[in-house]
């Protein structure tokens, strides 16, 4: 197997192999914001990816959503956010909203 830091080209190297796959993409953010719009990561059934939607704080709720998506082969919209009351719980810790598009890629 091929690895690649890069979401886009592992993407097409797991399609490659025969994996199945998704991809999460910002797709819009507002306030402050870890990860820009059009940033990417890849993620298979199994669980594994490459690249970053938040800096680490939702990557673990994006595989779960990405993974239920490979399943039921439907693209899925999500939304993260976080007031300041709860700045210090799981979340977006700096403030902000962020959306991601999860869908799943076939070849």
């Known amino acids: 197997m091929t690895t690649s830091s890069d979401p886009l080209t592992q993407l097409e190297h797991w399609i ?8 999460a993409t910002v797709v819009a953010t507002w306030g402050s ?3 820009p719009v059009g940033s990417h990561m890849a993620i298979t059934d199994q ?3 490459v690249g970053s939607v938040s800096g680490g704080c939702i990557e673990g709720a994006v595989v779960d959503a990405a993974r ?3 399943s039921a082969a ?3 919209l999500l939304e993260f956010g976080v007031s300041n009351e709860m700045a210090w719980e799981v979340g977006l810790a700096c403030g902000g909203r962020v959306q ?3 869908e799943p890629v076939s070849s």
Not at 17 to 22: C, K, N, P
């Open 16 to 23: 490659a192999d025969g994996r199945h796959v998704a991809l």
């Open 33 to 35: 914001s870890p990860r």
């Open 47 to 49: 669980g594994d990816f």
């Open 68 to 70: 239920d998506a490979i």
């Open 74 to 76: 439907s693209p899925r």
């Open 100 to 102: 991601v598009w999860v």
